[in-house]
C-alpha cells in the first residue's frame, strides 16, 4: 500500500480512540488532518498529502467523465457521491442546517438534474450524469462542502458526540429528497449512528473508500 494511504488507515484508527476519550480537541485536530486528506489540498490548504488531487490533478476531464469496461462507476461520479454523501449528513444530521447542494443552488452550477445522493442509479442514468456534469463546478462544490465540513466540526461540543441524530432530521432527508427510497437501508444505517459514528463514515472513512475506488479506475 502506498505510504500516504497507510499513514490516512493508522491515523483514522487514532481518531476512532480519540473520539471515545474526554480529549476533544484531540479528537478535533485529528479529524481536521484525516479530513484534509481526503479533500483537495486547496480545501484546507495544508501541505498535507492529498488523496483527491494524486487521483483527479493529471487527470484529463475525458477519463474522469469514462466508466471502464467491467467497473460500475465513473470518477465523476464517485466525487459527485461522495460530495452530496457528506453534504447531507454534516448539514443536515449532524448540524441541522440546510445542504449546501440547495442552499447555493449547486444542481444548476453542477448542470444536474438529480438532487439525490446518487446511490441507486441504473447505468444509464449514471452515463448520463457522468456526460453531463460540469467537473470544475463539480470539485468546487465539492470543495465548499469539505469547508462547510470542517466549520461543522470545529464547532462541536464534547458532549454532542455521543448523541444520536435527531429523527426529525432524518425525516427531512427524505422529505427534501436528498436519499431516493430505495436507499432507506442508508438512513437505518445513519439513524443507528451518534455524531461520533457518523464522523468516523461520510466524511472521513466513506471519502476514502471511495477515493480507492477511483484510484482503481485511474489505473485501468
Known amino acids: 500500500m502506498n505510504a500516504n494511504r497507510k499513514s490516512w488507515n493508522q491515523g483514522q484508527q487514532k481518531l476512532r480512540l480519540a473520539l471515545t476519550s474526554v480529549d476533544h480537541q484531540k479528537a478535533i485536530d485529528l479529524f481536521l488532518i484525516q479530513h484534509a486528506m481526503v479533500h483537495s489540498s486547496k480545501m484546507s490548504k495544508s501541505n498535507q498529502w492529498s488523496f483527491e488531487d494524486e487521483i483527479l490533478n493529471d487527470m484529463a476531464e ?8 467491467n467497473s460500475e462507476h465513473s470518477v465523476a461520479w464517485i466525487i459527485f457521491h ?43 442514468s449514471l452515463a448520463t450524469l457522468s456526460a453531463q456534469i460540469d467537473i470544475n463546478a463539480l470539485r468546487a462544490y465539492r470543495q465548499s462542502v469539505g469547508n462547510r465540513t470542517r466549520k461543522i466540526v470545529r464547532q462541536l461540543k464534547l458532549e454532542e458526540l455521543k448523541q444520536k441524530v435527531d429523527a426529525l432530521r432524518l425525516q427531512k432527508v427524505l422529505e427534501e429528497g436528498a436519499l431516493v ?18 464522523l468516523l463514515m461520510p466524511p472521513t472513512r466513506h471519502n476514502f473508500l471511495h477515493l480507492k475506488e477511483a484510484l482503481r479506475i485511474k489505473q485501468h
Open 62 to 69: 475525458e477519463e474522469i467523465r469514462q466508466i471502464p469496461r
Open 82 to 124: 461522495i460530495a452530496r454523501i457528506e453534504d447531507i449528513t454534516m448539514n443536515m444530521l449532524v448540524a441541522g442546517t440546510p445542504q449546501l447542494f440547495t442552499e447555493d443552488n449547486w444542481a444548476m452550477k453542477m448542470k444536474v438534474a438529480i438532487v439525490h445522493s446518487a446511490n441507486k442509479m441504473d447505468h444509464a
Open 181 to 198: 427510497p430505495e436507499a432507506i437501508e442508508i438512513l437505518n444505517y445513519w439513524s443507528k449512528r451518534t455524531i461520533t459514528g457518523l
